[in-house]
């Protein structure tokens, strides 16, 4: 299916932060453009706007200027809604209210024409819903850009029950042709993104919550060991914990409080007290004039490590093997369960167990886990933690060796799955599950991760490249552990584990 053609007008309602970035996208694609708002001279104000932020631009060397005023040309403002009867596509940006949304489509679909394509940019209403009430509700679709739309690449095109599909591979040419990534999803509440990403804030807010580590510290390996571009704490401080909660809050609700959706007493907490994050001065960290930033926490150690002893196949751990090489660490390779011995500490990644239990059921002294890294080639941190009764000497003995690697490490209380494993393992089984439910294939789900929230991996090949067995353990033990359904793994990876062929040795064995 064919993108519209670039004479075709498009009509971008709401000249607010989102409505104003989508009409200078389409605009910068080299459609007509004609933004309307209901605020007298918001459309002229938003049009100015775009004129200051690409003349900037252009004074940065990142845009001529001929295409400055391309841009500009194809902009006008509309004097009122009859402006807008010309238009191929409308999209709707409009304040996030049901009743007023549905009354401007129902306007709109007596004023265009008939094959004038309706789209709305809602990041939350069901687009089933808001097709309802129209005599042709095959020709609405949700068309889902991010924020700020000119930046971000993602658009989620959404098709309701009604939709006319022909429309959505329209939309979704068109989008590609503007230069974004698109996805095509179906109307389920959260979308792909809303609802994939839950887990992200939510692992991290019960962490925090159970005091396993403080916010810099469950931040910091995010960052430095999971190489997402921030952690919880600082990202739900930037959106805004108003936002972010009001989202969880919705996405909770409209799956009939499943719990794994469940919001966070501490995020509420932030919310009922006005500290809204970053606008407001105070979330999680504090933002006043003078106020420190909390350290991150690191253990340091004096033990003198030249040696280690490699048991078998330390799978996704395996690089690590190459760091301590690199620094001069004589490694003796034995046949056993992919554990590393270093003094009198014995190291295994994380399959979800407390580090406790493991050692109980393993029979393992001295046992310390390690959390998950994106690429254990490259992480500067990682997260550890200890079985209870563990020699301190063997605790300093595991800071060392990873130190000798470049590897900081952060400790957490015994936490079944620790950080960044848990996290990833969680966003994997959400988007399996939407994979399950048909909300969009797997290919779009970790396309609209990495380009609409900066994942550095979509989830569903994170998964892949770990094992899809390892994370079904992972979530297993999660499960077992907290006695909750909140982590049991999806049936779409119970399934790729029969079919994947490329599974990363079990950690479960161990
Ligand atoms: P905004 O509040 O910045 O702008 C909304 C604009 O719509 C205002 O200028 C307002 O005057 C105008 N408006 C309200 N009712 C109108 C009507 N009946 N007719 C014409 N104009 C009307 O809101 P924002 O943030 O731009 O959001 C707009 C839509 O985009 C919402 O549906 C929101 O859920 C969605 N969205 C927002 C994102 C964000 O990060 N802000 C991201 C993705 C989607």
Request: aromatic share 4%.
């Amino acid at each position: 299916m064919s993108a519209l053609d670039r004479s075709a007008i498009v009509a971008v309602i709401g000249a607010g932060a989102m409505g104003a970035g989508i009409a200078q996208v389409a605009a910068r694609a080299g459609h007509p453009v004609v933004l309307h708002d209901n605020r007298q001279g918001a459309a002229r104000a938003a049009i100015a706007g775009i004129d200051t932020q690409l003349a900037k631009r252009v004074a940065a060397g990142k845009l001529d200027a001929a295409a400055h005023q391309a841009c500009l040309a194809n902009l006008s403002a509309a004097n009122g809604l009859q402006d807008l009867a010309g238009a191929s596509l409308v999209i709707e940006a409009i304040v996030e209210n049901l009743a007023v949304k549905r009354a401007l489509f129902a306007e709109l679909e007596c004023l265009c024409r008939a094959d004038c394509i309706l789209a709305s940019n809602t990041s939350s209403l069901s687009i089933t819903t808001l097709a309802a009430e129209l005599q042709h509700p095959e020709r609405l679709l949700g068309l889902h850009f991010f924020n700020p739309a000119p930046v971000m690449a993602l658009v989620e095109v959404i098709s309701g029950l009604a939709s006319d599909p022909a429309l959505a591979r329209t939309l979704h040419a068109t989008a590609k042709a503007w230069g974004k990534k698109p996805v095509l999803a179906r109307s389920t509440p959260g979308f792909i993104v809303n609802r994939v990403a839950r887990p992200f804030y939510a692992e991290s807010l019960r962490l925090l919550q159970e005091g396993a580590a403080d916010c810099a510290t469950l931040d910091a390996l995010l960052r430095e060991a999971g190489g997402f571009r921030m952690g919880a704490f600082e990202l739900t401080d930037l959106i805004g914990h108003d936002v972010n909660y009001a989202v969880t809050c919705s996405v909770f609700d409209a799956y009939y409080h499943d719990m794994r959706f469940q919001p966070s007493l501490i995020q509420k907490e932030l919310v009922d007290a006005g500290h809204l994050g970053r606008k407001s001065g105070r979330g999680f960290y504090d933002y006043r004039e003078g106020a420190q930033r909390p350290a991150v926490q690191t253990l340091n150690s004096d033990a003198l490590i030249d040696c280690a002893v490699v048991e078998g196949d330390l799978g996704v751990l395996a690089p690590l093997l190459e760091r301590l090489g690199a620094s001069c660490i004589d490694l003796t390779v034995r046949a056993g369960n992919g554990l590393l011995r270093v003094g009198e500490a014995v190291l295994a990644l994380s399959d979800g167990r407390l580090a406790s239990q493991r050692a109980r059921e393993d029979g393992l002294a001295n046992l310390i886990l390690l959390d998950l890294a994106l690429d254990y080639r490259s992480a500067t941190r990682l997260g550890i933690s200890w079985a209870q009764g563990t020699a301190q000497a063997a605790i300093d003995q595991a800071v060392a060796v990873l130190a000798r690697a470049g590897i900081s490490a952060s400790a957490l209380s015994d936490t079944p799955g620790l950080c960044v494993l848990r996290t990833v393992a969680m966003l994997a089984n959400e988007a399996a599950d939407a994979q399950l439910q048909g909300v969009a294939s797997a290919a779009d789900i970790d396309l609209a991760m990495c380009a609409g929230v900066n994942y550095p991996l979509g989830p569903l090949a994170w998964a892949h490249a770990i094992g899809t067995g390892s994370v079904v353990t992972v979530l297993q033990h999660l499960q077992a552990a907290y006695g909750e359904e909140r982590y049991r793994p999806s049936l779409q990876l119970r399934r790729s584990l029969t079919a994947n062929t490329l599974l990363a040795p079990e950690t479960s064995h161990e």
